[in-house]
């Protein structure tokens, strides 16, 4: 008992006890994993099909922190070393033919997060046009390019357009993208023009939920809680 007294006066047990303290204060700070039916499509994406819709449309959830953003002009490669926490990502596609998908990444602090969005703001103003090869499909020596811009939502949001060039019609959209941060989160949302119709259709679409889930990600402890950056 002696020796025991003594080590607490030298110090000598009360570091671990302290580092103890530490690391349980760290982890009710952190941030969570995401729930279970969390993101807006996630109820339709785990419910199985049937009728008409079996076979007909393909829902996919993904939980791989190391996935690829779904907005990615520039075609990097899935990285989960920028500080991601958690991520969850849901794609849905459809005979019709149509295709749109949900993501949702967290990270261990709102300049993570920010760091990122910057990251994806300078891949669409570096890799803005691309030609022969569009993804577009009707022209494969065709031209296709990005066209973004900054949107009031969230902490900050980056809105932008895939397009393709038609000699005839010139330039028009058929991908859409809203990436927006709020605190710690960021939100990735995508419709193609089977999905939507034109440009005011995808951002009405795509903001809808963007906002949604901006409220929504406040309640993962963690994602709003953190002060500056």
């Not at 998908?101 to 602090?109: F, G, P």
């Not at 119709?197 to 949604?212: C, F, T, V």
Request: charged letters at 25%; one cysteine or more; hydrophobic letters at 40%.
């Amino acid at each position: 008992m002696v020796g025991s007294t003594a080590n607490f006066a030298d110090g000598a047990c009360v570091e671990p006890v302290m580092i103890a303290v530490s690391l349980a204060m760290s982890a009710l700070l952190a941030v969570s994993p995401i729930p279970k039916n969390f993101l807006i499509t996630e109820h339709d994406a785990r419910t199985p099909s049937s009728g008409v819709e079996l076979g007909e449309e393909w829902w996919k959830i993904s939980d791989k922190i190391d996935k690829k953003l779904e907005l990615n002009p520039c075609g990097r490669r899935g990285t989960g070393s920028d500080g991601r926490v958690a991520m969850r990502t849901i794609t849905y596609h459809a005979t019709a033919p149509l295709k749109s998908s949900e993501q949702l990444v967290i990270y261990k602090s709102p300049k993570a997060a920010a760091t990122a969005l910057a990251r994806l703001r300078a891949d669409v103003r570096k890799c803005a046009e691309h030609r022969r090869g569009s993804r577009a499909g009707w022209d494969p020596n065709g031209s296709y390019r990005y066209v973004g811009r900054a949107v009031r939502l969230a902490d900050e949001a980056l809105w932008v357009r895939e397009q393709a060039y038609e000699e005839h019609s010139g330039w028009s959209s058929y991908d859409w993208f809203l990436a927006a941060r709020r605190g710690a989160a960021l939100m990735i949302y995508s419709a193609d023009d089977g999905a939507v119709l034109g440009d005011r259709s995808g951002w009405k679409q795509l903001s809808r939920k963007a906002r949604k889930m901006s409220v929504k990600v406040c309640e993962l402890p963690g994602v709003c809680a953190h002060r500056g950056r």
